[in-house]
């Protein structure tokens, strides 16, 4: 079913993802980098797409999200906002852009806002950036927060693993996210935690609580669309569900081209002018 088969094409707002969890509708959020794809997952009826900083890992190969820049962010986010019509469009802001430095998060939220049109930015952290969140939001920039693990601060935790598995980190992660609603975040991302403690931070803020590896009693999920797509293989954490093998389809396709070129199939002569 496409979404844009009606010419008025209603756009997911912070207020429609408030009511979707007030009523029990679970959200759905998927991230994209470019308009092709961007454009594909929009017409599949996606509430919000993610511009997530993993494009440092499946669009430019880096090992980390780290190198990532505000400008490539933002070359990636303007590219899907030309493509998408009704999804809530989120941008992260990369590392080293409001860490430490409430000004700078404020000019870095401003660029994103300004020159990719996208509709909210997403940080990752607590405590620790609560002055940087509070300056952005102060600019009417909409926020959405980032805990549990935190794909950012790799060098600190050194390890992939689940977080906030002992009760102190635990008791830390509730506190930020009650936090970061009071600050007046619109939403949260957690991820990789137990689902047991996903639930608990989920019943006691209200705005939407969306998981990755963070169980089902959370209000929404998200999953890199690479991952989930199949196209990259050799990340396979245990929440990753692959919806489909395009690897191998793609792959596929890529060979029987490569064969009809070299045994002159392609083009026929329908095929040229
Ligand atoms: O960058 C990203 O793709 C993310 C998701 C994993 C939530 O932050």
Redesign the pocket.
Known sequence: MSVHSSSSVKRVTTHILQEMKDSGEKIS?L?AYDFSMAKIVDSAGIDIV?????????MAGHET?LPITLDQMIYHASSVVRAVKRAFIVV?IPFGHYQGNSSEALRSAIRIMKESGAHAV?V?GGSEIKESVSRILSAGVPVMG?LGLT?QSIYKFGTYTVRAKEEAEAKKLLEDAQMLEQCGCFAI?L?KIPAALAQKVAESVKIPV?G?GAGPDVDGQ???MHDMLGITQEFKPRFLRQYADLQSIMTEAFQNYIKDVKERKFPTNSESY
Request: proline residues 4%.
């Open positions: 959020m991230t993610l511009v997530g900083d993993s494009a440092s890992n499946v999200t992260d997403k990752e980032h794909p991302v991820e969306i990755i998200v999953l890199v």
